[in-house]
């Protein structure tokens, strides 16, 4: 899975005003983001943020895992795309946070 310096990366977004986004390889956004939506459910109350990394890590293929680095950064980096993305929402009202998927995603 690891790539060159030349590999594809993806471009991710922040909700955040002022922050910059960044960009990682392709592989790991596909990686990270086939197991969040797998791991956020469509319906209200959701998934706590806090459960968001172990539940995504344990959904990752070992050699991914063992590839990724930062899995909590990824996720969380991965995640805020998403949000920006319109693929998963926050919970309104909801402390901790919590998330949910837009239907259709």
Known sequence: MAK???EDRTLCETPT???KPTTIPTWKYDAVRRAILAVVPKREPGLAFSELSDRVA???PAK???ELGSIMWHVTTVKLDLEVKGEI????KSSPQ???RVTGS
């Open 64 to 66: 991914a895992k063992a």
């Open 17 to 19: 005003p002022g922050k």
């Open 4 to 6: 060159a310096d030349d």
């Open 89 to 92: 929402r926050r919970v309104a």
């Open 98 to 100: 919590r998330l949910v």
């Open 58 to 60: 344990a959904k990752l």
